[in-house]
Every structure is written in C-alpha cells, then in structure tokens.
RNA sequence: GCCAGGAUAGCUCAGGGGUAGAGCAGCUCACUCGUAAUGAGCAGGUCGUGCGUUCAAAUCGCAUUCCUGGCUCCA
C-alpha cells in the first residue's frame, strides 16, 4: 500500500507505519504554478482534460472500462481496465487523437439524471455501477459529455474542448493502480498526465520535472560518490563511501554537540533484543510483519530493533527514579531495522535500516509542556540550522480507538498546541489522526525547489509507560507514572541525508562538505607551493584535496567543479611570490592574489558559523 | 506484495539469433599549460542469475533477483 508518494513520510519512533500527505508544490516563488493559487480554472482545465483523455483511450479501445479521472496537483490521471497493458507508443497515439478532440471544439453538456437513468447510461461500465450504487440519495447525480464520451461526473468542466491548449498538455506516464487503492481489488493502468493553462507553464513544469531528475539524490549520491546500495548484500542497506561518510560525520558531531548543550545526555543500546522486549511493548501484536524475522539463539529468540524506545526504557527501569532526577532527555543515533516491503524501497529514502535521530524524554506531568516547548524550539533550531526556514506543523490528535486517559490525552493536545503557537507556527490540526498512543506534531520543511518533507515528528506516549510499568517516585512518596515523549528531529540520518542532498543539489555548505578546499597548481612547478597550503590546512583540520596530477589547469577546476567543492585555490607563479592564493569559490566571483591568512580567516568563519554560503 | 518497464565495461548508453560497441572514468607515454575537458596508446564486459528452444542466444521463451515508475487523492 505504500507508495513513493510516502517517502516523504519520516520514520515513525513508534508503532504507526508511515502515513503521509505528499505535498508537491513546485515554483515556491511563482504562484502560478502552486496547487494552493489553483483557482478552479487549472483544475477544472485538468479534469476536462482527464474527460478528453478517457474519450480518446475509448475511440482505441471501445471496449475499455473506465473507473475515475480526477484533477491533482499539476495534472490529472484516468484509470483503466483494459484489454491489454499499454506501451509508451499509445501514449503518443491518445495524445494525438486528444488534440483532434480539443479542435473539435466540442461543448461539455452537463446532464442532471435519476438514478435509475444513470445505471441505464452506464450498464456496461461496472466501476462507474459502483460508484453510482455508492452515491448518497440525497447527492444530484449528473453527466458531462463532449463528443461520443460521457461521463459520471459532478463537474464543473470548461465549456467547450476549445478552452483546453491543445499544446499545454502532456502524457507522462502509465502506472498500474488498484481500484479505489485496494490491493484486493483489480489492477487497472492509470495513465499520469499534466495540463496547463498555456504552452509556457508546461514548459516550466516539465522543466521544473528536469530539475527533480537532476538534483535526484540516487544520482548525485552516485556522481559524488557518496553512497551505495547492493542487492547482492540486501537491498535496502545503505553503504556509505568515504566521502558520504564524511558528511553524515559533520552531521552526527553537530547533532550530538548540540544535544549535550541542549540538556540531553546520549545512550548506546543494543541492535538485537529478545522477544520479551517486543511482546511487552506490543511491537509483536501490532508491527511483527514490519520487523525482521527472529533469530534463534540459546532457545531464545531474538530481534533486530525496530525501534529504540523499549531499549531506553530499559535503562529508565535499571533503577528508582525519583521525581528530583526528572526530567531525563536521552537521546540515541539508534540504527533501526525494518521490513519495508520491496516496491517501497527507493534510494535512501525508504529503506531497511536506518538509523534515527532518536530521543526519549521522561517527566512529571509539570514538566510537559516546558518539555514539549522545548523539543519543539529545539526541532526548530535543527532545522533552520540547515536552511530549512518555512516549516508548517501537524498536530494529530486522539483518534477513536485509542489507549490512556482522555484527559491526559486533551492535555498533551493542548501543550503541543501551546508550544505551536509560542512558536508562532503555521499549523494544520488532523483531527482523529494521532497514533493510538498519543497525539504529535510533525514537522515539514519546503525544500529549495519547493517540495514538502516530513522530517521531525513529537509524539506523546501513553501506552509503553504503562506496559512496561514505569514509575518515578513523587513528592508525596507515591509511585506515579512518568510521562514519555519520543521524538525526531531530522528522522534518519540516511533520509535526511537523501532530502538535504537533493536539497542543495549536491553542493553541500563547507562546513559538512566532503571535501572543503581544491588546490589546484597551475602547472607542477608549483605543487611544491601547494604541498604547503596543503599541510598548513589540514593542520587547521581544513579538509583539502591538493590536485597535484598532471592534468592542465582547465581540467582540475572543472573536475573540482563538478564535485561541487566549495573552494579552489589557483596557485601559480604569482601567487607564490606573495604567500598568497587566488580564490574560485564554487559559485560567485573569483577573486585574485588573496593573503592566505585572510583566505584562512574568511574560510575558518564560514565553517564555525556553518554558512550556508 | 501487486501492475508495467528495465538489467550490456566502474559510469552513461548503443546494438540485437551466428561467438560484443561508443563516450567518460582507469592505466601508460608525451605535453607543464593561468580559471569548466591537451594529445596518443593500452587495458577493460560473455551482455543480472538459472533453466529451456536452436546447429548457434547477449539477442527468443519460462523462472528468479534487483532497479525504475506507480498502487486513498473518493463520479
């Protein structure tokens, strides 16, 4: 059930298995193009289009059973039943025969029938028979034709064929789709498209697709040479080549830093627990087929974690803890395992072991909501750290099965939303849509070219406290229950890896970059000269790779170039009379015969404040 | 997991029933050159894996593994 649409989904701490919206808003900075600015013109020019494009798939297959054809973000789709699969050849066939249709110039007629007239209207097409008998009594049921086609549908349409831009559309691809998303349900092939008010915005779109397909972190991850998988060993394992390496390096020291300054302290825990472990935390009734499977061992039976919490309660448990010791903010880089089923694997983004940004914070009731406020002010930090700045939150709240105490549940609600709105967030509320064991906020980001991702998530835990029977003792000498906050900030270092790669491009900020500095001699008279720079960086635990072969010049800044390495340093003749360097900084202008030690300053900055240039 | 497509040298890709091809990368040699590709040469795959059809398979068929695009967006 899982799609690729999900991967912006961030791995759950807990129990839930990853449900998300998948928002896709390309042109951040033109509003022409965002679902949001997407007056009805757009969607009901995508959803005519859809009717256009289920005309011309019949004219080729008169015998096709057609099921639904909605409008989405920056297009449409129809899905199919059909008497063979699809070739990308007939999307060129439908795309043809649709523009015959869009000269046409014919009129969308809308139809107000009875029930009993539509069931007559489309008795031999059984999927639009369900979705009549589906109807409410009380729901006018209409038709739109144009041509030979019409279709059940509320509407609202274009007026006429002519009102659609015969050069704004395109077929994009064909995908097999079950009907209403049911696995049990037959596989019809949907055919993707993307319409546009006129040729210049699809252009743009189809532009905007390029982009996607270039800053792909698959790709860059295998051009900068920065990580791999094999199925040979396991798919779904990631491999981190040295340059990869260095980067999640600078990540997890700038992580854990800030951790010990924000008031956590940081635990190790087991990657394999027995079975107890997961039948008390319910991971076993609730999440087996989502776990790998066990492995047996002096007749027990072992698991591989797929989730910290159990592991940090077991420290929580090792001795008494008195109300005075609360509250503990514990965090883990705990490397997780999950069966992720083998469609949804992608890249770094949904794989099978990943390891988390994980912490656990347990305290008194008091303590919540400066707790949570915290968390939340703290998942800011990250993320702006990294130069995330427009972050929308989601608070999910109780949903009808659910475990705990209502009040405790309106009360975490009202803290999370507390802390929301100190931080003057924007914010959506799904009602309902919490984990049944307890509300949460998450977090989503927009990326450089406008994509949302679901990164840090806070939840509430009302159900391990309680099946693990944790208790600190308060002030009046009775054995409470102490609250528990699991929370994310980045979700796993390989997805954030992932988003921040395709976030910048490859062009990571210096202060994570693999490698920081390119030195790059003129010619090998002056590798001597930079031998020099070389020691005296890497004595200021610069990271520089002096490219001392024997290529011409042109040749190193271009290979440097495309390794997107924040600086190059020219050194020539001159620039070694005066101790000096000439700068060809990645992106900008180049600047010549600049002091060393000024070079030195100015780069040493850029990395203690983690510039994001 | 399901539907469709794919898997050919480290990378990107061409070819297609008669015993494999390009560019880049790599290696060697020459060149020592001021801001995105110096030139020449060499080496490198049995065409994902298994089984089958055939005189003959990378090319056809079946199976399998992995990869890619999708699988709630309610007429």
């Not at 009379?577 to 900084?585: F, G, M």
Request: overall charge negative; proline content about 5%; glycine content about 6%.
């Amino acid at each position: 059930m899982a799609s690729k649409k999900y991967l912006n989904a961030p791995f759950y701490p807990y129990l839930t298995l990853p449900i998300s919206l998948y928002i896709l808003e390309p042109f951040s900075n033109d509003k022409e193009h965002t679902m949001t600015d997407t007056n009805d013109k757009l969607l009901k020019l995508r959803h005519s289009t859809a009717h256009v494009m289920a005309e011309a798939v019949l004219q080729i297959f008169p015998e096709a059973k057609i099921a639904i054809g909605p409008a989405i973000e920056n297009g449409f789709y129809y899905d199919f039943d059909l008497p063979r699969s699809l070739k990308p050849e007939d999307l060129e066939e439908i795309e043809k025969r649709m523009q015959e249709i869009m000269k046409a110039k014919l009129d969308f007629v809308k139809k107000v029938v009875t029930k009993d007239q539509a069931l007559e209207i489309f008795k031999n097409q059984p999927y639009k028979l369900e979705l009549i008998n589906e109807l409410p009594e009380t729901e006018e049921i209409s038709t739109y034709t144009q041509g030979e086609f019409t279709d059940l549908c509320r509407g609202p349409h274009v007026e006429n064929t002519r009102d659609l831009n015969f050069k704004a559309f395109k077929l994009l691809n064909v995908a097999g789709a079950y009907w209403r998303g049911d696995e049990k349900r037959p596989m019809l092939q949907r055919i993707y498209g993307t319409a546009w008010d006129n040729p210049k915005d699809l252009r743009a779109h189809l532009d905007w697709l390029k982009e996607v397909e270039k800053r792909d972190h698959r790709r860059l991850g295998k051009e900068l040479d920065l990580f791999s998988l094999h199925e040979e060993a396991g798919p779904g394992l990631v491999y981190w080549h040295p340059k990869g390496a260095r980067v999640r390096h600078e990540i997890e020291k700038f992580w854990k830093n800030e951790h010990y300054k924000n008031g956590y302290e940081l635990l190790y825990t087991p990657h394999v627990g027995k079975s107890w472990l997961w039948e008390t935390s319910g991971h076993l009734d609730f999440y087996a087929e989502g776990m790998y499977p066990e492995m047996i061992m002096d007749k027990a039976n072992y698991y591989a974690k797929p989730m910290n919490c159990p592991f940090h309660i077991m420290i929580y448990k090792n001795s008494m803890r008195s109300y005075r010791d609360l509250p503990f903010r514990w965090a883990e880089l705990g490397t997780v395992y999950r069966y992720e089923k083998s469609g949804t694997l992608h890249g770094l983004m949904r794989v099978r072991g990943f390891t988390q940004d994980d912490a656990h914070i347990f305290c008194t009731p008091d303590q919540m909501e400066s707790e949570i406020i915290e968390v939340l002010r703290f998942s800011l930090f990250f993320l702006k750290s990294f130069g995330f700045e427009k972050i929308q939150a989601y608070l999910s709240t109780r949903p009808e099965k659910a475990v705990g105490d209502p009040a405790l549940w309106k009360a975490a609600e009202e803290s999370l939303k507390k802390a929301i709105e100190s931080e003057k967030l924007e914010y959506d509320i799904d009602e309902g849509g919490g984990a049944f064991y307890g509300p949460k906020i998450d977090l989503k980001i927009k990326d450089a070219i406008g994509r949302s991702w679901q990164l840090s998530t806070i939840q509430f835990d009302f159900n391990e406290p309680e099946r693990f029977g944790m208790t600190f003792v308060d002030t009046d000498g009775k054995e409470k229950r102490p609250y528990m906050i699991h929370r994310a900030l980045l979700g796993s270092i390989e997805r954030f890896f992932g988003v921040y790669l395709e976030h910048c491009a490859g062009a990571f900020p210096v202060w994570c970059a693999p490698v920081q500095v390119a030195l790059i001699p003129v010619a090998e008279a002056f590798n001597d000269y930079a031998r020099e720079i070389e020691t005296k960086l890497k004595a200021m635990d610069v990271r520089v790779w002096a490219d001392l072969s024997d290529d011409r010049m042109n040749q190193k800044i271009r290979k440097a170039q495309n390794e997107k390495i924040p600086y190059m340093l020219v050194l020539g003749e001159k620039e070694a009379e005066s101790k000096a360097i000439s700068l060809r900084p990645r992106q900008g202008e180049q600047k010549n015969l600049i002091p060393f030690d000024d070079f030195t300053q100015f780069l040493m900055e850029k990395i203690t404040n983690k510039d994001l240039l």
